[in-house]
């Protein structure tokens, strides 16, 4: 069967604020799922908690709307008992990188192959525009009683050093550069993470879309304007590792370059290594047939509804005699 | 109290890291090996190596289930274990020791503790000797307790020269094997079954097992040739082994919870590691492939994640996927589990929690017995949702149980908790091998199979996960179920799934889910509600009738005591009753149960005075969790209530005790027990 757009969308009622970036993010999403034509069913989309957290509600897919924090191991349970299933995980900046940081940091070790994608826009919105952990240091967005007396933590940096097989940045009102890094996302084979850099018209004053949407003058030449965002791949940056070797290499390169701010902010693929052994591979390395017979799938009872399995085995060990 | 002499217990102690665990599995081995019912218990420190353990051991020809405070044999190797055990040894009893330790003095020993130290120097001082290792000797003898002396050094080097052997090192960590053989030499132990024993703690490591077996046997013939006739009181252990019944397996909680989950269907678990949970994960991953009886081989995939939010968030993941999934945990675990119950809850998933409880709060006693976790089992978690706590009395019981919990988060689509603590997994227990191959798996209103059939009368436009009609449960499919798609949230939602606010939905909502309570306690059969455990013939001299009501675990030390009480009187029924369902509580049927029977006593062979009832709660927390419980479910007014929360499972001596002062009205209302080391 052949799907349509359309296929991939919800009736529901969005209610997100007139202009959020959440809205190029899902459009990018959907448009994703349809060109690598998944079938609706093959998919399931899980999120936390926040304006980003209601994502699934508008996507025709299974949609897991978790709790904050934890959209991580919702998702990743999934994937193991059934790795059949197209797994993508949404959150905002505060729900990954704040309240669920720890699951953020040990992810990066499984390397389930799954994709994440934080909706990064410094605030926690939906409770009305406290800092979130990407906002700067000493930064004053207008809901702020003081300026942020906290440092941000720098997404890109913390998932290359998490062990992120695929890491990578969009920004949200570049629907067709977010799509192609979402889908290059998907398609890889490992955890995959996507920072989307997002403005929240509603309480974030300063990281607006004007702003990201800047330029600043050559110093040199003043009627060369420099965009603000740009694409590494435009750059000569390559962030694939053909072989082992490159990896530390490339991962080092991959943070500092993730340091780049204010003027230039870069998208694109930081960082992608096909390499690390994901997560299922290493279950398949004990378990033959956990591909093609995963937990999901496993027969448990015959057709009188006994149990379809013999531990006589085991009980002889514990006999007595 | 004297327990009768048709059970002998034995003690082996020493510090953590030094065998004292290998030599107890040995012992127990050959013990359950030649026919005799075994229960072990391990008690130990949260510590690596240095710290007091002890692992008892009873058995006897007939069935046993808990430990006795009295120790008939006492093995030691080192002066804290004679410090610590010795006071418990019987009259008669035998103490096998190393000479060489009782120079230690008692003050040097920095890992004893108070309360240890306050017992002996007490029973010194009151029979007049020094407060040394030397005068607990003197003491002893007084008490006439045989006294085996283990020479270990030079048992050792002698032992050396005799296989040529002069790696002392290496040799040194034999002391455990050689003073268990002593103990077995003691009993005049059938020699073979000791080597068996040996093999089989040493399965895997062939070179140590035959060092081992040398040890023991040197050992063995060193005791005999100094140490005469066993006494006669223990010499039935010689005639009736091997005369018992021999098709009985021996068991720890920590296996069989696993074994159950096997054979239940579950394929997935996920915990972080705590004392005393993990070991039920370790053993399933141990034995992750599986036999099934069809021709594919099946298998558990064990996952150990970042924390107990992660643990309870995967296994509800993987739920949603339609596999059977489970994560274990304690206490502390549990705590952090809590809003993700609540998801599970509102999303109406089926989830298994196997809560081995632990003294708490906070770290509290982490590797120390309680049930001290009831009432937060039934109330973790913010709102209101239904879910199951169900518990498991013991050993043998948790393998059935598994089964049955799992069948119940499947049929009333909804998280179950399942009770277990610290004892059961660290007990170990000669049963009866499982009978699995008709038990029956039940899934509910679980769709298998890929895909929808829309064309089916009556098809909705979408599936509607949590469709509105007469059955508050509804149809349930695996993710990636073509025309299944579903949406779950942990805010309030709509039949598809999707978010609502809307009051009239937020009404129909919360009925569907509560109202499975009431389903909950319709469907469920009684006897797996509530156990009677106990109930003795209705004898025309009865003037008082005991009910006895427990949860978990204390019910071996309850039935061990009530079979010995009945021989010795018959003015007094019993009737116990073991909690299985503690939420929704089972208060109209445990009212039903104690008052027809009062009904039954009162109306039987024309009484003319009525029966006096008396109503006794027996658990392991301090504010008596269950009694609360019933008060809240029930008109039912407890009389006594037999506690502890010194974090040592209640002992047959201790139930014993108790249970005869409340036969002659000597009893407090509340009674708290301290009895252990």
């Given amino acids: ?321 | 109290m004297v327990i009768s002499r048709e059970s002998i217990s034995w003690v082996i102690g020493g510090p953590q890291g030094s065998g004292v665990d290998s030599a107890s599995h040995i012992f127990l081995k050959s013990i359950a090996m030649s026919g005799l019912n075994v229960f072990g218990k391990r008690e130990y420190h949260s510590n690596i190596k240095g710290e007091h353990s002890y692992f008892s051991v009873r058995f006897s020809n007939q069935i046993v289930r808990s430990p006795v405070d009295d120790i008939d044999i006492l093995v030691t190797f080192d002066a804290e274990t004679i410090v610590r055990h010795s006071p418990f040894l019987m009259k008669g009893g035998i103490l096998i020791y190393d000479p060489d330790v009782l120079g230690k003095k008692i003050e040097d020993i920095h890992t004893l503790d108070k309360s240890s130290e306050r017992r002996i120097s007490h029973i010194l001082k009151n029979n007049s000797k020094e407060f040394s290792l030397a005068g607990i000797i003197e003491e002893l003898k007084e008490r006439k307790v045989i006294l085996v002396k283990l020479p270990y050094t030079k048992l050792i080097n002698k032992f050396s020269e005799a296989i040529q052997d002069h790696s002392l090192s290496k040799l040194a960590r034999i002391t455990n094997v050689m003073s268990l053989a002593a103990s077995l030499a003691v009993l005049d132990f059938d020699i073979p079954l000791m080597e068996r024993g040996i093999l089989d703690t040493f399965a895997n490591k062939p070179k140590i097992a035959e060092l081992n077996v040398k040890a023991a046997n040197f050992t063995y013939s060193y005791v005999k040739e100094n140490f005469g006739a066993i006494p006669e009181k223990f010499s039935f252990v010689s005639k009736i082994q091997n005369e018992a019944n021999s098709n009985s397996i021996i068991a720890q909680g920590n296996q069989t919870s696993p074994l159950g989950k096997m054979v239940a269907g579950c394929r997935f678990q996920t915990y972080y590691p705590i004392t005393p949970a993990t070991d039920d994960s370790e053993y399933l991953e141990s034995n992750q492939i599986l036999d099934q009886n069809d021709n594919d081989i099946g298998s558990v995939a064990v996952v150990q994640t970042e924390d107990e939010i992660a643990a309870i968030t995967m296994a509800i993941g993987a739920a949603l996927t339609g596999v059977r999934a489970c994560t274990t945990t304690s206490g502390p675990g549990f705590s952090l589990m809590a809003e993700a119950l609540g998801w599970a809850g509102i999303n109406e998933v089926p989830l298994l929690v196997s809560l081995y409880q632990r003294a708490g709060p906070s770290t509290g006693l982490p590797t120390r017995q309680e049930q001290g976790d009831l009432l937060f089992a039934i109330n973790a978690g913010h709102g209101e949702f239904p879910r199951i706590v169900y518990s498991s009395g013991d050993i043998e019981e948790s393998f059935y149980d598994t089964i049955r919990v799992f069948n119940y988060a499947d049929i009333f689509q909804t998280p179950v908790i399942h009770m277990l603590d610290k004892y059961l997994s660290n007990s170990i227990i000669t049963c009866s091998p499982f009978e699995y191959k008709n038990l029956k798996i039940e899934r509910g209103k679980l769709l298998e199979g890929n895909s929808i059939e829309t064309k089916q009368q009556g098809f909705p436009d979408h599936f509607r996960r949590f469709e509105l009609n007469d059955d508050p449960i509804t149809m349930r499919v695996p993710l990636g179920t073509e025309n299944g798609i579903f949406w779950n949230t942990g805010d309030e939602h709509d039949e598809m799934g999707h978010i609502t606010e809307d009051p009239e939905t937020r009404i129909s909502m919360m009925e569907k889910r509560s109202s499975k309570l009431e389903l909950i306690q319709n469907r469920i059969p009684k006897e797996e509600q509530i156990a009677i455990e106990f109930e003795n013939n209705i004898s025309r001299n009865v003037k008082k009738l005991i009910v006895i009501v427990s949860w978990g675990s204390t019910k071996g030390a309850i039935l061990d005591s009530l079979e010995k009480i009945t021989d010795l009187d018959d003015k007094t029924q019993f009737l116990y009753l073991q909690i299985k369902l503690l939420n929704p509580f089972p208060g109209k049927l445990l009212e039903d149960i104690v008052n027809n029977k009062m009904k039954k006593l009162n109306t039987g062979d024309n009484k003319i005075s009525k029966i006096e009832t008396i109503i006794t709660i027996i658990e392991m927390n301090y504010l008596s969790q269950l009694d609360v419980l019933i008060k809240q479910n029930t008109t039912l007014q407890s009389d006594h209530n037999i506690l502890k929360y010194n974090g040592r499972p209640m002992s047959h001596t201790e139930i014993y005790n108790s249970l005869i002062n409340i036969i002659n009205n000597q009893s407090d209302r509340r009674v708290v027990l301290r009895d252990g080391v």
């Avoid at chain 1, 349809?34 to 936390?48: D, V």
């Avoid at chain 1, 940091?105 to 192959?113: A, H, M, T």
């Avoid at chain 1, 906002?135 to 941000?152: A, E, F, H, Y």
């Avoid at chain 1, 920004?171 to 920072?195: M, N, Q, R, T």
Wanted: aromatic share 10%; charged share 25%; hydrophobic share 30%.
């Fill in chain 1, 1 to 321: 069967m052949e799907y349509k757009l359309a296929d991939f969308k919800t009736p529901v009622h969005n209610d997100w604020c007139a202009g959020c970036g959440d809205f190029g993010i899902l459009n990018a999403i959907q448009m994703s799922l349809y060109e690598l034509e998944i079938p609706p069913h093959q998919a399931a989309i899980f999120s936390g908690i926040g304006c980003s957290g209601k994502t699934p509600h508008f996507i025709n897919t299974f949609g897991i709307h978790t709790l904050h924090g934890r959209v991580l191991p919702f998702a990743q349970g999934a994937k193991l008992a059934n790795p059949n299933l197209k797994i993508l995980a949404v959150g905002g900046d505060g729900d990954g990188l704040g309240i669920g940081s720890g699951h953020f940091v040990n992810s990066g070790r499984r390397n389930i192959d799954l994709t994440y994608i934080i909706y990064n826009n410094g605030v926690y919105g939906l409770t009305k525009g406290q800092a979130s952990p990407t906002l700067k240091l000493g930064m004053k967005t207008k809901s702020l009683p003081q300026p942020n007396v906290n440092d941000s933590i720098n997404p890109i940096a913390l998932a290359c050093i998490s062990g992120f097989t695929y890491i990578a940045r969009g920004y949200s009102y570049d629907i067709k550069h977010l799509k192609e890094v979402i889908k290059k996302g998907i398609e890889h084979e490992g955890l995959s993470f996507i920072d989307v850099l997002q403005p929240c018209p509603t309480y974030n004053d300063i990281n607006t879309k004007e702003w990201y949407q800047s330029f600043t003058l050559d110093e040199n030449n003043p009627s060369i304007r420099i965009p603000k965002i740009y694409k590494l791949e435009e750059e000569g940056y390559n962030g694939v590792v053909d072989n082992d070797e490159e990896s530390s290499n490339k991962i080092i390169k991959a943070i500092e370059k993730s340091k780049e701010w204010e003027n230039r902010i870069p998208v694109g693929v930081f960082y992608e290594n096909k390499n690390t052994p994901t997560y299922e591979e290493r279950i398949q390395s004990r378990i033959d047939n956990y591909k093609k017979y995963p937990p999901a799938l496993q027969r448990i009872r015959d057709k009188n509804g006994n149990p379809n399995i013999n531990i006589d085995k085991l009980l002889d060990e514990l006999r007595s005699k």
